[in-house]
């Protein structure tokens, strides 16, 4: 087995410092516009937040995934997606802004909305500012918590061959995942889908968990073909496990779209008052448009180019797919967010990029320092000796 070893890392270097530099200068930018423009800014920057938490929150998904099932294409990505789950205590600190701008995101939390609406004024055991920041707080402790023991446990595997380690690795895995699930699922509730408090849907949590999985699933893959430049990580990634790798993103592409299919078929046929303004607001003129490119870029696209074994086999071109499915989470957020907030169209204001570098940056330069710290693969993971077997008969 070829050895694994630390990245010399004069790259990851100024990569750390060009983004909390970037990070910064953003920061100041959400800051004039917080004062500013109020009412532009916390919608976009709720949507920018949902992006980065979704990269992170979805490679811990993915990760337990990986320790739960096993197979050589989860080590090229689990480095990656450690880094990117650790970031999450930067996350949490990156929601404490919102909550200046409660008053005018959620609709429950103005005392005229629910004195004059009897449904909100029933929810409001629920939807009220107390308990929504105890809940935030909770689910970003939920996954930190996995996140911290999953990259000790994994990094001290890395010191000492212990099969009773990588064990209890996957016995936290299982447990994780629904922990996990649980939180994204009354996340998803909180922070987006009482953007309109009158509208529900039993299936909004699972769209999100799919949406984060893939998230997560396309950062890893990015971030896995760029240090492919350089070993071990070059030797360990090769055409057949990125097609084991692109078979996984179709999947999550799929799911993503079955589960947002069924929500939009069942509401349309329901067709009730309470449940179709929210696609009214969101098939508005301008939106209508935004909506299909959409579907084309989230899924069809994607769809038909993952069928394609050439694409999947090559390292450039599931780059390329990735760095455009993380784009389209990002669209589809926004289709998500910014209706809510009586926008006529999707136009794009300059807070939208302000919130994304501001907490980008700092995302980026926390992820980057984990990983810097630790060897590019696993050394002692189960499968760690199949990765540099070879190819033939080393898929799973």
Known sequence: MTETRRDPGNAMDR????????????????????????????????????????????????????????????????RPQEAAAGALPILALFFLPLLGGLETLYPWSRPEVVGGDELVRHRTPYLNAPFFVARAGTYFG???????????????????PDPAAARRLRFLSGPGLIAYGLAVTFMAVDWVMSLEAHWFSTIFGMIFMAGQGLSGLCAGVLAAALLARREPMAGALTPGRLNDLGNLVLTFVLLWAYTSFAQYLIIWSGNLPEEIDWYLHRSAPGWRAFAAVLATVHFAAPFFLLLSKRVKRSRRAMMILAGGLLGARLGD??????????????????????????????????????????PLLPVHAPGTERLFASEEGAHG
């Open 142 to 160: 939920v996954w930190a918590v996995l996140a911290i023991a999953l990259r000790r446990g994994s990094l001290a595997l890395d010191r000492t």
């Open 333 to 374: 957020l926004f289709w998500q967010v910014i209706p809510s907030a009586g926008a006529a169209g999707p136009h794009l204001a300059w807070t939208l990029p302000a919130a994304l570098v501001g907490i980008g940056g700092f995302w980026l330069a926390a992820a980057t320092a984990l990983l810097r710290r630790a």
């Open 15 to 78: 990569l750390i410092r060009g983004a909390a530099a970037a990070g910064l200068a953003g920061a100041a930018a959400c800051g004039a516009a917080a004062v500013t423009v109020p009412e532009a800014f916390f919608p976009a920057y709720l949507v920018a937040l949902l992006f980065w938490t979704g990269i992170s929150a979805g490679s811990l998904a993915v990760l337990m995934l990986h320790l739960l099932v096993g197979g050589t294409w989860g080590l090229l990505v689990r």
